[in-house]
């Protein structure tokens, strides 16, 4: 795991020297909830624990070598099992998986430990748990993980890609959808 992290950038060309305020937390908070995101489910599973947790925060990093990235609150017990197990997976919902982000997201009644126990879960290379019926899969195993502020951003570089069929969940304005094209 590459733990290296490089100082914050800095331009002496740029506005830098100037005392800028940051926006207001909850302007931004409410900018934010009118970006459209993929819904997902971050799992792991090794001598930290088999966890899993609701995200909207994963994207794309680069192809050569593929490689993503999840952010995952800092009071998420799956952050410290995912830093134990180093490998974690990003199951992307497809548009009838709701009940799925609510029950990772804490929402349903189901304990943590019922959370796998549907016949829904298979595995691929690292032993995190796999949606069978996911949108897309990437198996991953930890590359660098940092921490920006009340979050812990994993860099993983995919060891397995799967794709499944149907339209994404997408979770925008406070509410989930799904596209309409078709």
Known sequence: MNSTQLPKYINPDSLSDQVLELADRADYIDAMSRVANSVNVVTTNGA???????????????????TLLVCIHELSKVVPAIIENGVFCLNVLESEQQAFSQLFAGLAAEEP???FSAEDWTQLKTGSPVLKDGLAIFDCRVDTIHKEGT????????????????????YSQRAYAKPDWI
């Open 151 to 170: 979050h812990y951003i994993f860099i993983g570089q995919v060891l397995a890609a799967k794709k499944g069929d149907g339209l994404p969940l997408v």
């Open 113 to 115: 430990a019922e959370r």
């Open 48 to 66: 930290g624990g088999q966890l899993g947790v609701t995200v909207s925060a994963a994207t794309s990093v680069t192809a050569e070598p593929p």
